[in-house]
């Protein structure tokens, strides 16, 4: 079984400074693949980056990076440069195998102070 | 093109009546999932399908179901409902390519409320 924990309920960061979320997740797989939703008071859920777990470089997408330790079975998000519309809820999630069955995990609130 | 379509947005029913939700996936995507999100239980996987056959399930109970039409579209059922089935219920579809991991699509969601 698959599992994703995130130990952050809640984290606030000011506007332009750089937050990092957490996240573990665990698995007995060598092929997945692990991703941030963004999910904003809306309910849209929103690809934010994605990481594939045979790749060691580390993603990036504009303001947002990951930091992946494989060893460590690791995955952190960092915002940089944070902006209100960053505020939401941020969930990690895992994907392996064939199939779309994503396993999330209970998801951090950002709040973003102007 | 067009994004992921559920219906309706929001329902309200009570305990022991069934709901059908419905979902309609990115043209060209064969590949629909459902998930359901609470505020205890967080975001859980019901199951996924893709050309008309379940291909993964998630751990509920048998009163919560699903189909797939030719068209890709799907549809959720759920009999015999209870308070904690009130929940937000997502789907999400991807094109799934045969190459390399694809990206799901979530619509927005149809927010149940059960009585």
């Known amino acids: 079984a698959q599992t994703v924990t995130q130990s952050q309920p809640e984290m606030s960061v000011q506007e332009a400074e750089t937050v990092t979320l957490s996240c573990t997740y665990d698995?007995?797989?060598?092929?997945?693949?692990l991703f941030w939703y963004k999910q904003p008071p809306s309910r849209q859920m929103i690809l934010v980056i994605r990481q594939e777990a045979y790749k060691q470089q580390n993603a990036t997408e504009n303001r947002f990076s990951v930091n992946f330790q494989k060893a460590a079975k690791s995955f952190s998000l960092k915002i940089s440069d944070s902006q209100l519309g960053d505020a939401a809820m941020y969930f990690c999630a895992l994907v392996v195998g064939y199939g779309n069955k994503l396993v999330f995990g209970a998801g951090t609130i950002l709040r973003v102070k102007s | 093109k067009a994004g992921v379509t559920q219906t309706p947005r929001y329902l309200i029913k009570t305990r022991g009546q069934q709901v059908t939700l419905s979902c309609s996936p990115i043209s060209g995507h064969r590949s629909v999932s459902w998930y359901q999100q609470t505020p205890g239980q967080g975001l859980q996987f019901l199951f996924e399908y893709f050309s008309e056959t379940q291909r993964n399930k998630g751990n509920f109970p048998g009163r919560f179901s699903g189909r797939q039409f030719s068209n890709s579209r799907s549809e959720m059922n759920v009999s015999t409902l209870e308070l904690g089935d009130s929940a937000l219920y997502l789907c999400?579809?991807?094109?799934?390519?045969?190459?390399?991991?694809?990206?799901?699509?979530f619509g927005p969601g149809t927010r149940l409320t059960v009585l």
């Open positions: 999400a579809s991807s094109s799934d390519s045969a190459s390399s991991y694809n990206e799901q699509f």
């Open positions: 698995t007995s797989e060598s092929d997945y693949y």
